[in-house]
T-cell receptor, first 114, second 114 residues
Framework: NAGVTQTPKFQVLKTGQSMTLQCAQDMNHEYMSWYRQDPGMGLRLIHYSVGAGITDQGEVPNGYNVSRSTTEDFPLRLLSAAPSQTSVYFC?????????????FGPGTRLTVL | KQEVTQIPAALSVPEGENLVLNCSFTDSAIYNLQWFRQDPGKGLTSLLLIQSSQREQTSGRLNASLDKSSGRSTLYIAASQPGDSATYLCAAKNSGGGADGLTFGKGTHLIIQP
């Protein structure tokens, strides 16, 4: 299994541009989520999904959209990039959201918005 | 709102020493407490997950404990090795606040000197 994969690894955008961060998992996990990691802030939840066709907001959802058309894929869309969205983005998945389920993280996408 | 604090923020010890990393949380109504490892430029790797009904979990040279009443968890690393150098993150999973409910600490940056 490839686990959780993310593309691209690095991206530079100009303010106002849009883009999609890709996330895929091949473990048949129902639960997927997106975090951002900023220096001195820890990881914060952006959006999550408990299964195909179901998404919900996390702690910091503004400026981001998600969709979950398949179990495998959970893309994160930046509608109009802002410098405040400069961060490292991690996608994670787990079999379900049961209390005992471990989350698996992707390698991250480092995004810079100029 | 749950807050997770990790002390110290950074730690440097000689190879072979036993060491303890600390994690405290403000809301004791947690489902579980997870410890992750993050290498530079990489994603998070799950090390141990302690359910709220458990007191500790062990994996190889790692032992994690949980004391819900005092709002504390520790990660004990025995006979440290240079390969243990990484940032260690703890995350508390709460019973409320969304399906995810994971609140992360900011991490302890650990350096094991050869």
């Amino acid at each position: 299994n490839a686990g959780v994969t993310q593309t691209p690894k690095f991206q530079v955008l100009k303010t106002g541009q849009s883009m999609t961060l890709q996330c895929a998992q091949d473990m048949n996990h129902e639960y997927m989520s997106w975090y951002r990691q900023d220096p001195g802030m820890g990881l914060r939840l952006i959006h999550y999904s408990v299964g195909a066709g179901i998404t919900d907001q996390g702690e910091v959802p503004n400026g981001y959209n998600v969709s979950r058309s398949t179990t495998e894929d959970f893309p994160l869309r930046l509608l109009s990039a802002a410098p405040s969205q400069t961060s490292v983005y991690f996608c994670a998945s787990s079999y379900s959201n049961r209390l005992t389920d471990t989350q698996y993280f992707g390698p991250g996408t480092r995004l810079t918005v100029l | 709102k749950q807050e997770v604090t990790q002390i110290p923020a950074a730690l440097s010890v000689p190879e072979g020493e036993n060491l303890v990393l600390n994690c405290s949380f403000t809301d004791s109504a947690i489902y579980n407490l997870q410890w992750f490892r993050q290498d530079p430029g990489k994603g998070l790797t799950s090390l141990l997950l302690i359910q709220s009904s458990q007191r500790e979990q062990t994996s190889g040279r790692l032992n994690a404990s949980l004391d819900k009443s005092s709002g504390r968890s520790t990660l004990y690393i025995a006979a440290s090795q240079p390969g243990d150098s990484a940032t260690y993150l703890c995350a508390a999973k709460n019973s409320g606040g969304g399906a995810d409910g994971l609140t992360f600490g900011k991490g302890t940056h650990l350096i094991i000197q050869p």
